[in-house]
């Protein structure tokens, strides 16, 4: 019959894990003589200094070929989207309603076309953006010749938006049966509208029901033009004081005064028949004054 085994104390206990720690019989530290643990500890030390080099090296090379101002891969942007200010939104539509005869309706779409203007304020363009941009050309960057080692941005001033820029009428026509909307297209990061550098992208815009209620439509700058000298966009850190071209589009409402319009920006590289994205190309929206 097997013997049971001897139950041990905790003072042997103690004394065996110090003879483990130490033992003098054989000069070992925890199983190992010193100069093994030598070894030991060089071997470690040379795995991590090599991993860590590794590493480092890898990381280097991952951001030497970034581009800090754009990046790598854009498929899902081929062609911008489209936006309409006042943006006063429905369920799921952009729904332009004022009253003529209310000053809280008026001011609320003046408040709102305001305050996106800001940034194409005169003065505010004049200090940011002081290049002399050619027009009707692509204004291609291949170095940083700006401040603080930046590209040139062309300005874009809300005077350049004529009657619909605020500045002559502060209500936009939004007291009237005259109202401005303003177009902006989406920057996409060197994007070119066209193949030809004669042919600018311009703003079209067309009634889609209603048609006996608006008699007229104006476009500002003249024809709905975006300057080519906006293009490309290179990236908000590239270019910090690059601001959108804009188009301001007047219309004038009859009859019922209420209408449901498109405009799209046309050109040969811009796409607007999307299914899955509406706002592809072009903006629809909805338009009525009331009185």
């Not at 989207?81 to 799921?92: D, I, Q």
């Not at 809300?158 to 989406?186: A, H, R, W």
Request: proline letters at 7%; glycine letters at 6%.
């Amino acid at each position: 019959m097997a013997t049971l085994k001897e139950k041990r104390t905790c003072g042997q206990r103690c004394e065996d894990f110090g003879h483990f720690v130490w033992n003098s019989d054989n000069g070992t530290f925890m199983g190992r003589t010193p100069e093994k643990w030598v070894y030991i500890s060089l071997y470690y030390a040379a795995f991590y200094v090599v991993m860590t080099g590794l590493f480092s090296l890898a990381i280097w090379v991952l951001m030497y070929t970034l581009d800090p101002y754009a990046p790598d891969y854009q498929d899902r942007l081929k062609s911008p989207g489209v936006m309409a200010w006042p943006n006063t939104y429905g369920e799921e539509d952009i729904e332009i309603y004022y009253n003529t005869s209310d000053k809280s309706s008026m001011k609320k779409m003046s408040d709102i076309l305001h305050k996106f203007l800001q940034p194409y304020n005169e003065t505010k363009q004049h200090e940011c953006n002081f290049y002399n941009c050619t027009r009707g050309k692509y204004f291609i960057q291949k170095t940083f010749a700006g401040p603080h080692h930046t590209k040139w941005s062309c300005p874009f001033t809300q005077s350049m938006l004529g009657p619909c820029s605020g500045l002559e009428d502060p209500t936009f026509g939004y007291n009237s049966t005259m109202p401005c909307v303003v177009i902006k297209m989406n920057r996409i990061i060197n994007f070119l509208p066209s193949n030809h550098t004669e042919l600018p992208p311009y703003v079209n815009c067309t009634v889609l029901e209603g048609h006996n209620n608006v008699e007229n439509i104006e476009y500002f700058p003249e024809r709905g033009v975006m300057d080519l000298s906006y293009f490309p966009y290179y990236g908000n850190l590239a270019q910090p004081t690059y601001v959108n071209p804009l188009v301001a589009v007047r219309f004038r409402l009859v009859r019922d005064r209420k209408a449901k319009l498109q405009c799209r920006v046309v050109s040969d590289k811009i796409t607007y028949q999307h299914y899955h994205d509406p706002y592809e190309g072009k903006v629809i929206f909805y338009l009525q004054a009331v009185h």
